[in-house]
């Protein structure tokens, strides 16, 4: 079974505190994403990496940025935290060809921000 | 753009009743469609997935769905329900044009009365 691991369950962080999310898989998938969930706003993509190096922006990608140093690790960071990055965050992997492969996730970073 | 709705934020049912959970989509290509259930504290799982083929696909703990491409609906079904059930679920869709990227819908949230 894929196993995608996020270090923290839980995270308070102050505004304007630097903040690194941190997510290993360890099946050798080339893809990885972030995702912050939202009550009723579903899942939204962050950023997504395709390669070690290589990244994407996702479709809310402000105030956020990511390393993929290596293949197993993707980290989130929010360079200044502020109080609307109050969410949960998801980190998956992908393999395969993508696109038509199913998303392994973490159980998750429920971050608050005050 | 791509987009998921999920019209029904949450859902009530009695256990052993039947349950059909909606999901429709606007994509512009042939959609890769699946449906993740994500139980309180846990990050998403995978329940079934649909390519092409059979537009009838069977997934874990009892669930199908159906592809409609007709009415762009991809239904979430269960003949009996179980407490173990109530849980969060969710509709995605993918397509070979957009990459790696899923659109996710908002999410149902399934409450079981015993």
């Known amino acids: 079974d894929v196993k995608v691991t996020q270090s923290s369950r839980y995270l308070v962080k102050r505004t304007g505190e630097k903040v690194f999310l941190e997510c290993v898989q360890d099946?050798?998938?080339?893809?990885m994403f972030w995702y912050r969930q939202d009550p009723g706003l579903g899942l939204r993509l962050i950023y997504f990496?395709?390669?070690?190096?290589?990244?994407e922006k996702g479709d809310i990608p402000e105030g956020y940025s990511v390393s993929r140093e290596k293949k197993e690790r993707f980290s989130l960071i929010l360079e200044s935290a502020s109080t609307n990055q109050t969410s949960m965050y998801l980190c998956?992997?992908?393999?395969?060809?993508?696109?038509?492969?199913?998303?392994?996730f973490g159980n998750g970073t429920r971050l608050t921000v005050t | 753009a791509q987009s998921v709705t999920q019209p029904d934020i949450h859902i009530t049912v009695s256990e052993g009743a039947s349950l059909e959970l909606r999901c429709n989509y606007s994509?512009?290509?042939?959609?890769?469609l699946f449906w993740y259930v994500q139980s309180p504290g846990q990050g998403l799982q995978l329940l079934l997935k649909?390519?092409?083929?059979?537009?009838l696909v069977q997934g874990i703990k009892g669930f199908e769905a159906e592809f409609k491409r007709s009415q762009s609906s991809f239904n979430l079904r269960k003949p009996s329900v179980h407490w173990s059930d109530a849980a969060e679920y969710f509709c995605?869709?993918?397509?070979?044009?957009?990459?790696?990227?899923?659109?996710f819908g908002a999410g149902t949230i399934l409450r079981v009365k015993s």
């Open positions: 998956a992997s992908m393999g395969g060809q993508g696109h038509n492969s199913p998303l392994h």
């Open positions: 099946m050798d998938h080339e893809n």
């Open positions: 990496s395709y390669d070690v190096k290589m990244k």
């Open positions: 994509y512009g290509a042939t959609p890769y």
């Open positions: 649909y390519f092409s083929g059979d537009t």
């Open positions: 995605a869709v993918g397509a070979m044009e957009y990459g790696n990227k899923l659109v």
